[in-house]
């Protein structure tokens, strides 16, 4: 037969406390604006080139960068944001996006090889 009651608590024990204050979002890596409500945790070398670190982006940032490199060329950038920034197209975008709302999301054209 079910307990009643639980020895631990029961589901009081699991409802979050009205003082706790919601968490401030990361900055994203590439734009370091504030991320909104969906944060896409990247691996900036990618996990095929052995990549194990993840830094917090938007998505669209991460977009961006899948459309703009190859996985070799973000193997050679590795964790250096300042060397991404120095292409011109992530410039361009960057200073675009600067402007956007943090949970904007929007179709990024791929690049003419």
Same mark, same amino acid.
Request: aromatic share 6%.
């Given at each position: 037969?079910?307990?009643?009651?639980?020895?631990?608590?029961?589901?009081?024990?699991?409802?979050? $406390? +009205?003082?706790? +204050?919601?968490?401030?979002?990361?900055? =994203?890596?590439? =734009?370091?604006?504030?991320?909104?409500?969906?944060?896409?945790?990247?691996?900036?070398?990618?996990?095929?080139?052995?990549?194990?670190?993840?830094?917090?982006?938007?998505?669209?940032?991460?977009?961006?960068?899948?459309?703009?490199?190859?996985?070799?060329?973000?193997?050679?950038?590795?964790?250096?944001?300042?060397?991404?920034? +120095? &292409?011109? +197209?992530?410039?361009?975008?960057? &200073?675009?996006?600067?402007?956007? $709302?943090? $949970?904007?999301?929007?179709?990024?054209?791929?690049?003419?090889?």
């Amino acid at each position: 037969m079910a307990r009643k009651h639980s020895k631990h608590g029961g589901w009081q024990d699991l409802q979050p $406390d +009205a003082e706790e +204050a919601p968490a401030e979002a990361p900055a =994203c890596w590439l =734009c370091a604006r504030s991320t909104g409500e969906t944060i896409v945790w990247h691996h900036p070398v990618p996990k095929s080139r052995g990549g194990r670190d993840t830094v917090p982006m938007h998505a669209i940032c991460q977009k961006m960068l899948i459309t703009q490199f190859s996985n070799s060329e973000l193997q050679r950038h590795g964790m250096d944001v300042e060397g991404l920034l +120095a &292409d011109p +197209a992530v410039r361009k975008f960057v &200073d675009w996006v600067a402007k956007k $709302d943090p $949970d904007f999301n929007a179709t990024i054209a791929k690049k003419q090889r």
